[in-house]
RNA sequence: GACCCUGUAGCUCAGCAGGAUAGAGCAGCCGCCUCCUAAGCGGCAGGUCGAAGGUUCGAAUCCUUUCAGGGUCGCCA
């Protein structure tokens, strides 16, 4: 627990005893207390409603409630340096500054752990993000997913429990022959031999690239060759270097997966079939039109869904139950598949098959990525310049830059529909908030550097309680709510409480910046400093690591 | 027709397990570099929180209805 944790913890305690021994309620009676942050500094460090909620119970008026807790409060015990009772009977606290100090002293200790808590319990959580089709590029979309999966993955890795992040390669289906098929008639049209693309054949540039790289390999060698034999070569051949390009291009994002898993996997070991007469028995499935169902119907689902085709061959989901079940069966608690918006409707009946399989509905979440627009001096952009086709997410990559893409996708609230704003991006000004706060940690690189030419260490024992202005303590108080910054965003699936964050940090360090010198001429005020803004840059560095986002020296 | 997401300042968005005069950035206006990076800071102005009901001592936040924008409704994946 983070000492801010701790002394609100506490707090909470001595209010209780505080209520009790006023005798404004039985202990049975006492309402869950909540101690919150006020927004204004005037209202104090910490807060509580306990008055005003106690109002019925103890049938007398909120004020005068907070005057009895007031005066039964220990303020020693508490830690409080005095309260006020404001407005309809808020109970503000103002602490005594010791524990200001105290975080700083932890922070320069913990490091790089600093922000790092229990509060997952060690749950272990698989992520399953992107997993886009091996057909084809990663655009827009899959970028978002991309860059929310893996902030999110480290978030929850921070906050205690164990992640591990996978892809599910979709290596299966009707688009994989789509893709051998495409390959094939661009192998064979790079011969000048007269073939047709297939009618929903991949028209990307990557597969004529590919068929170029089999011709330079192979020759024709594979003109007249058995079609079975061709066939089975260029799915793989097709497959591999789809795979190895997305891998690329994530890698390059920043977004290392633990694990891709391989949906013909499921066929080659067999666990479908086992899932399938595991419904079955449960009876969870009926036979009709030819086809066997799935009685999602059972599970909240709006209708029941087709297992096995009357053509005899599985639908989309049957593996995918199938897969969700071997995911359990790895050990994970709790599942999170971060999926695209068109794909919501698909999560009644992912939902209704692990609760047939005996799972509970919140072992898995799905967190749904909403639609990105870009938008580019005002204008929408519908189509890349470059290419004509739809933005990819290495277009995107290469023009603005990875820190600002994974910031800007990091910043928003995943579920809400996304305005892309290229020109602000990629714009090296203050308008844009990734250099914003990548600023404050180059603004403080450099006073560290000059700290050090002048023969300055930075010591984690340096007397802190010399510091004693009002910046002092508000970049304390800021660096102090970190850990609690990536509880919540670890609770709420929320990538954006941690930008929003380290843009209230930043923002607390500009302001000192400009308010307080950090290497005076008082040697004890010099070390006391240093040891607060190394500690400032060590939560922005820390915070801006959870969005994949780099933390500059200089700039 | 059903379902999902979103309607908060001119623009882009926070806030939503109810709480104090609704916040930030950008854009606009006014100030601040003999001083550790002005990619910065301070200030001013700007909002019937889409609308209407309801619950509550208290609603942007919860419930109902409704309007608007986007998305999805396959024996495709």
């Known amino acids: ?69 007031a005066e039964h409060i220990n303020y020693e015990e508490a830690a409080v340096e005095k309260l006020d009772i404001a407005g309809p009977g808020f109970i503000n606290f103002f602490m005594k500054k010791d524990y200001l100090l105290d975080v700083v002293k932890t922070v320069l200790t913990q490091k790089e752990n600093f922000g790092r808590s229990d509060y997952g319990k060690g749950t272990k959580v698989q992520v399953e993000f992107v997993s886009a089709n091996p057909t084809g590029t990663l655009h827009l979309g899959h970028a978002r997913g991309a860059a929310v999966g893996d902030s999110l993955s480290n978030i929850l890795d921070k906050a205690g429990y164990q992640v591990e992040r996978e892809y599910y390669i979709n290596d299966a289906g009707n688009q994989i022959d789509n893709l051998t098929l495409s390959l094939e008639a661009r192998y064979l049209q790079e011969l000048d031999e007269d073939a047709v693309m297939p009618e929903d054949g991949y028209q990307g540039a990557d597969i004529i690239g590919f068929a170029k790289e089999i011709v330079s390999a192979y020759g024709d060698r594979f003109k007249d060759a058995d079609q079975e034999k061709r066939r089975a070569f260029f799915r793989e051949y097709g497959l ?69 085709k009357n053509d005899g061959t599985y639908t989309y989901l049957t593996p995918d139950i199938s897969y969700h079940k071997d995911k359990f069966n790895r050990g994970f608690d709790e599942l999170i598949n971060v999926w695209g ?41 519908k189509m890349s310049k470059r290419t004509g086709n739809a933005v990819t997410m290495r277009e995107l990559m290469e023009e603005v830059g990875i820190d600002a893409t994974r910031y800007f996708f990091a910043m928003r609230a995943p579920e809400t529909h996304l305005d892309f704003d290229l020109t602000l991006a990629k714009s090296e000004s203050n308008e844009n908030p990734v250099f914003y706060v990548q600023y404050a940690h180059a603004r403080i690189c450099s006073m560290l550097r000059q700290a050090d030419e002048k023969g300055y260490t930075i010591d984690a024992d340096a007397d802190l309680s010399i510091l004693k202005s009002e910046k002092d303590h508000a970049l304390m108080k800021k660096v102090g709510e970190y850990p609690e910054a990536i509880v919540d965003a670890a609770r709420r699936h929320a990538p954006h409480r941690v930008t929003n964050y380290v843009y209230d940090l930043a923002q607390t360090l500009h302001s000192f910046y400009n ?41």
């Open 1 to 69: 627990m983070s000492q801010v944790e701790e002394l609100k913890q506490n707090l909470k305690t001595q209010l209780q005893q505080a209520i009790l021994s006023a005798g404004l309620a039985g202990e049975e009676e006492i309402p869950e207390i909540v101690i919150e942050t006020p927004k204004d500094k005037d209202h104090g460090d910490f807060a509580t409603n306990a008055a005003m909620q106690l109002a019925r119970i103890a049938k007398k008026a909120p004020r005068a409630i907070a005057e009895d807790i």
């Open 240 to 308: 591999k270097r789809e795979t190895d390009k997305l891998k690329d291009d994530l890698a390059d994002f920043r977004v290392n997966f633990d694990n891709w898993f391989s949906e013909s996997s499921l066929y080659e070991e067999d666990k479908i079939q086992p899932v399938l007469d595991e419904l079955k028995q449960r009876r969870n499935t009926y036979e009709e039109d030819g086809a066997t169902w799935f009685r999602s119907t059972e599970y909240g689902d709006d209708k029941d869904r087709v297992l096995i």
């Open 341 to 381: 918006a068109d794909h919501h409707g698909y999560i009644p009946r992912m939902e209704a098959a692990i609760q047939a399989l005996g799972y509970q509905k919140d072992q898995l979440t799905v967190q749904i990525i909403q639609m990105v627009n870009l938008f580019e001096n005002g204008e929408k952009v």
């Open 515 to 555: 308010a307080e010198k950090v290497l005076t001429e008082d040697e004890s005020l010099t070390k006391a400093r240093l040891a607060l803004i190394e500690a400032v840059r060590i939560t922005l560095q820390n915070a801006l690591e959870t969005v994949g986002v780099n933390a500059p020296e200089r700039m």
